[in-house]
């Protein structure tokens, strides 16, 4: 049974999520905790799957509960569950929390929120996966440069210029960044040739997300797996994020469907540098028994590039939707799920960048039941053509 911890300041907020979560005591043992300090007592006397917790709150506030939590108890999931008007400040002053929701919120979305948390956390906790971990040497830091705008981001009042100056401590890292801001994946009626403006034209998010795609797949890193490439993982990875980021209007919608996408494949590359014999391997039986890579690794491995790279991402801290996205990519229909959300685009993108260059022979089939589910089948016609344009713009000379 999974132990879940609910803390905030408000008697009758405690009282009332009591009720709603009436249903769930057969499947979850529930603590309400009124208060930081008492939620630490409850920590102390045994640990917790989930803790969900109010930011604002006198004493001990979300933001400090959450790091305390971080730092003692790390396999417990934490989400913020906060007003609506405190949600632009949590997302920034709070880096330690995998997920954050607003109030009120239905039963049905905690629900489904703290059973996909649950779901994840034992996917990238199983013995065999945390064995193939062992086998890596070290698992890569989180990029340099996307921790320093990270690191600056949480601050309200930093702007473009002080971003900019951040990038430019990286000569090699603007000149890639404006090369791509003026492709036609970005189709800029201008060109764009200051670093600044093009943080000002594309958004903080987007330029931390580039920063972090092109500190990954930088061009120093050398496979030894044969017919593995680095930069075709990179323009496979950045034409399945501009899809992604298409399916949405809302722009963190978007951005975490662009994100998600770009580190979907981050397991193989993590593979191919730190276990190179065992990918060329699942790379051989791949093509030899006409299985997917990702079968052909779980057969030769024992775990996949999505689990591999879903746990590398939680170990840096990203939010838990994009792990989430990244660890189920191949097999969504694992995900308790009844919206089309970052999972499903990066699923859907990833498919359809596979069928319209021609790379779907070693691939699962559509799961036609869970677009269906989604309620989605009708706009795969509309999302192909999306698929199509983002195939020309990879055919734009300055992308190469």
């Known amino acids: ?10 008697p009758r907020i405690l009282e009332g999520l009591q009720n709603l979560l009436r249903r769930q005591r057969r499947k979850w043992d529930m603590v309400f905790a009124l208060g930081g300090e008492h ?74 929120v703290v059973e996909r948390a649950c779901t994840l956390q034992a996917l990238v906790s199983n013995e065999v996966l945390l064995q ?88 120093d890193i050398v496979s030894r797996v044969e017919g593995f490439s680095v930069e075709t993982l ?24 662009f994100m998600a996408a770009m580190l979907h494949d981050i397991g193989t590359l993590i593979m191919a540098t730190e276990i190179p014999d ?40 990203l939010p838990y939707p994009i792990v989430e996205a990244v660890a189920n990519h191949h097999t969504p229909g694992r995900v308790p799920s009844q919206d089309f959300d970052t999972l499903a685009a990066v699923y859907v993108s990833d498919y359809l960048r596979r069928e319209v260059e021609n790379d779907i022979t070693l691939a699962l089939p559509l799961d036609e039941a869970y677009l269906e589910k989604l309620g989605v089948s009708e706009q795969m016609g509309d999302w192909r053509k999306i698929a199509e344009k983002q195939a020309e713009n990879m055919q734009d000379p300055t992308m190469a």
Request: with cysteine; hydrophobic share 45%; glycine share 4%.
């Open 1 to 10: 049974m999974k132990r879940i911890l609910f803390v905030d300041d408000e």
């Open 39 to 112: 939620a630490l007592e409850e920590l102390k006397k045994a640990p917790f799957d989930v803790i969900v917790t109010d930011m604002r709150m006198p004493g001990i506030d979300g933001a400090a509960l959450l790091r305390e939590v971080q730092q003692t108890h790390k396999n417990t999931v934490r989400i913020v569950l906060s007003g609506y008007t405190e949600l632009e400040a949590a997302l920034r002053v709070v880096p330690v929390a995998h997920q954050f929701l607003t109030k009120p919120c239905s039963p049905e979305v905690l629900e489904n």
């Open 132 to 219: 193939t971990i062992g086998k890596i040497e070290k698992l890569p830091p989180l990029p340099r440069m996307y921790s320093a705008l990270t690191t600056a981001l949480s601050d309200p009042d930093t702007g473009a210029e002080e971003v900019s100056k951040i990038l430019g401590q990286d000569i090699a890292m603007c000149a890639k960044m404006l090369q791509l801001v003026n492709s036609s994946f970005f189709a800029s009626a201008m060109k764009i040739t200051n670093i600044q403006f093009a943080v000002v034209r594309l958004g903080f998010q987007t330029i931390k997300n580039l920063a972090l795609s092109l500190e990954l797949f930088h061009s």
């Open 234 to 257: 990179q323009k496979e990875a950045l034409m399945t994020a501009h899809i992604a980021k298409s399916l949405f209007k809302e722009k963190r919608q978007s951005d975490d469907a």
């Open 278 to 317: 065992e990918l060329e391997q699942a790379i051989q039986v791949s093509k030899e028994e006409h299985i997917p890579q990702h079968e052909a690794e779980q057969k030769v491995i024992g775990v996949t590039h999505a689990e591999v790279g879903a746990y590398l991402l939680g170990v840096w801290g």
